[in-house]
């Protein structure tokens, strides 16, 4: 009897992404969240020389020249924001919980300042952790936003940099591990001096804001003045890729673009608020509605914006100090830890809550975060536990001749899942029955996983019945 061929990449890290964008876009999430390897791949497919955690202050003009980093580019500021940020609304929608235009204002808020802060980390620290951080910032800014009672906002804020660390730390598998002590130093100085440059950047900012207010009063001026403000927090960005790169030519071009384009748009979101708003409240009361949703959206675009850029520096700043002494995770750590608590001291303003109770509510969140790697083995094994004895009962019943539906068990997706799964040696057995090389394909790709357990067990019963 013939032997099913083996499925190319099949049992492999090296599976190419789908030519589909809107799948490909949702297969990058993947690649990220759950298989970092086939990301690494997939950045050594492009064959632009780019290390797996490059950001795109990097990209050289030449490297610039190929298609697929377009595609990667359109994806991360795009396709992916617009599908977690549709996926949410449509959620909040569905429980009635966008009832007004207040409440509108606030999701539009939170996601805008998630997709800021995200556009600024993947400019200056790294593509991957930017895609991470847009879905992480663009769904906890939504709940904060939405919620505003502040105490599961600063839960959700919490949770959502401890995913940017779990993502950054992936995304270090190649380069050399620093000590505990010095990860441990690296964080502090990294928090300290970052926080301390970015609280010098906002205070020149604020009064550059207030000379604005004394001499021009609240005028589309007033704009002007926010977006001088922009440029100015936003030469400490110039600053980041430096520290990160050692070199001052993409330091003064990507921080003098992203300044004058985010202080353009800053400013273009205001005129455009201020104009559309006034256009609205000269028509008919019957589009009263349109006025309040269509302004709460503008006003909490610009709010967004702002909240965005000024957390942008408390992370940014703290990253790049710290993971130059310490590595990536030290510097995803201080970055997480300087703008959560940024973030929870602007909770404060907006929420009744007692500070005390938004504090402990935002730290309980960060230590879910932080200890991501650990909770998310439990939580997800009773979910994959039950599919992959599906899959092993589907192919008991199967023709020998058909392809198996080994590919699909979790341990060839989800890199993380630390505890064993029990059977899947019983599967690999199965196949090897039926077709050899592809038993010997799967036991090779589990011998350095987290499931080596399974690949041993599996050759040790394929042995014995030869």
Not at 135 to 149: E, M, P, R, S
Request: include cysteine; charge should be positive.
């Amino acid at each position: 009897m013939a032997q099913p061929n083996i499925p190319q990449n099949v049992y492999s890290h090296k599976s190419e992404q789908h030519p589909n964008i809107l799948l490909g876009s949702l297969q990058l999430l993947f690649w990220i969240f759950l298989q970092p390897s086939a990301w690494h791949h997939h950045i050594t497919r492009m064959n632009l020389a780019l290390k797996p955690d490059f950001s795109w202050a990097e990209v050289s003009f030449k490297q610039w020249g190929r298609f697929p980093l377009y595609r990667l580019l359109l994806q991360s500021y795009l396709i992916v924001p617009l599908l977690t940020g549709g996926l949410l609304t449509l959620f909040f929608l569905s429980v009635g919980m966008i009832s007004d235009g207040l409440a509108f204002q606030g999701l539009i808020a939170g996601m805008v300042g998630g997709l800021t802060l995200a556009t600024t980390i993947g400019m200056g620290l790294g593509v991957a952790l930017g895609v991470a951080s847009s879905v992480a910032g663009i769904v906890a800014g939504g709940v904060a936003g939405i919620l505003t009672n502040g105490l599961w906002g600063g839960l959700a804020v919490g949770v959502a940099t401890g995913v940017v660390i779990g993502v950054s730390g992936q995304m270090e598998c190649h380069k050399k591990s620093n000590a505990l002590t010095r990860q441990i130093s690296g964080t502090v100085v990294g928090v300290l001096l970052g926080s301390f440059a970015g609280s010098i950047a906002l205070c020149l900012a604020a009064f550059i804001i207030l000379i604005g207010l004394i001499r021009a009063g609240y005028g589309f001026s007033y704009s002007s003045f926010i977006g001088l403000s922009v440029l100015i927090l936003y030469t400490t960005y110039g600053a980041v890729i430096f520290i990160r790169t050692g070199k001052w030519r993409p330091s003064l071009v990507f921080g003098t673009l992203l300044s004058v384009l985010l202080g353009m748009v800053f400013v273009a979101i205001l005129g455009a608020m201020t104009g559309l708003i006034a256009l609205l409240t000269s028509l008919d009361s019957m589009f009263g509605l349109a006025n309040e949703f269509t302004g709460g959206g503008l006003m909490g675009a610009v709010i967004g914006v702002s909240t965005g850029l000024l957390l942008s520096i408390y992370y940014l700043l703290p990253y790049a100090i710290a993971e130059r002494i310490a590595g990536p995770k030290a510097g995803a750590i201080a970055g997480a830890l300087a703008s959560c608590s940024s973030a929870l001291m602007f909770a404060e303003f907006e929420s009744k809550q007692p500070i005390v109770t938004i504090w402990a509510y935002g730290l309980l969140g960060l230590a879910l975060g932080l200890t991501l790697p650990w909770w998310r083995s439990l939580l997800s094994y009773p979910i994959t536990v039950p599919f992959n004895s599906v899959l092993y009962f589907l192919d008991r019943k199967r023709a020998s001749h058909r392809p198996s539906l080994l590919p699909f068990h979790s341990a060839f997706w989800d890199e993380h899942q630390s505890i064993r799964l029990r059977g899947l040696d019983k599967h690999i057995v199965l196949v090897a029955k039926r077709n050899p090389a592809e038993g010997q394909a799967a036991i090779e790709f589990l011998g350095t996983s987290r499931q080596r357990w399974a690949a041993r067990a599996a050759q040790i019963e394929i042995d014995a019945l030869r």
